[in-house]
T-cell receptor, first 115, second 115 residues
Framework: GAGVSQTPSNKVTEKGKYVELRCDPI?????LYWYRQSLGQGPEFLIY????????DSGLPNDRFFAVRPEGSVSTLKIQRTERGDSAVYLC?????????????FGPGTRLLVL | AQSVAQPEDQVNVAEGNPLTVKCTYS??????LFWYVQYPNRGLQFLLK??????LVKGSYGFEAEFNKSQTSFHLKKPSALVSDSALYFC?????????????FGSGTRLQVQP
């Protein structure tokens, strides 16, 4: 079956603008995760959804970042008033039920560049 | 808090030789450990994981990893490297004790296999 998909693959925006990044998880996966990967670093956790609800949003850096998953499938990561420091690759992952032992399967990422 | 260290930024090995990519971790409880590989402009691909049981875990593409609790290590190994194994490798951990679903990643190790 299809893997995790993310759109757009690349996004260039200007400082201060609003952006939305979309993630479509593997069909049937109830758990969805967002990570951010800066150049030369490993991915850093942002937020975890179980179904429609954000079960852990402790990784969101500030209140400019927000994510939703209204129907328990597709998720959108929203960034307001973008800053140059937000430039990174945003990775989405999903897993079947959110169990601790489960593998997280990653999408190809959205590369965000804030000018 | 959980953490992962990958002490080598880069590992160079000749094709056909064995390779080792090192990973050590720190958790308060028992760990779940994962290895992922990242090719240029691609997302993370799952290689293998340690949950419980046999300390030697076998994964995709001929890779294996050995869990060593006393040394808090989970080194990735392959008996005979291929040029196509050249990529960025990430070790990640999840702490069973906290119940958090977020993965904590190391900073990555670039593997370069020379023909």
């Amino acid at each position: 079956g299809a893997g995790v998909s993310q759109t757009p693959s690349n996004k260039v925006t200007e400082k201060g603008k609003y952006v939305e990044l979309r993630c479509d998880p593997i069909s049937g996966h109830t758990a969805l995760y967002w990570y951010r990967q800066s150049l030369g670093q490993g991915p850093e956790f942002l937020i975890y959804f179980q179904g429609t609800g954000a079960a852990d949003d402790s990784g969101l850096p500030n209140d400019r970042f927000f994510a939703v998953r209204p129907e328990g499938s597709v998720s959108t990561l929203k960034i307001q008033r973008t800053e140059r420091g937000d430039s990174a690759v945003y990775l989405c992952a999903s897993s079947p039920k959110g169990g601790l032992e489960e593998t997280q399967y990653f999408g190809p990422g959205t590369r965000l560049l804030v000018l | 808090a959980q953490s992962v260290a990958q002490p080598e930024d880069q590992v160079n090995v000749a094709e056909g030789n064995p390779l080792t990519v090192k990973c050590t971790y720190s958790v308060s409880g028992n760990p779940y450990l994962f290895w992922y590989v990242q090719y240029p402009n691609r997302g993370l691909q799952f290689l293998l994981k340690y949950i419980t049981g046999d300390n030697l875990v076998k994964g995709s593409y001929g890779f294996e990893a050995e869990f060593n609790k006393s040394q808090t290590s989970f080194h990735l190994k392959k008996p005979s490297a291929l040029v196509s194994d050249s990529a960025l490798y990430f070790c990640a951990v999840r702490d069973q004790g906290t119940g958090r679903r977020a993965l904590t990643f190391g900073s990555g190790t670039r593997l370069q296999v020379q023909p």
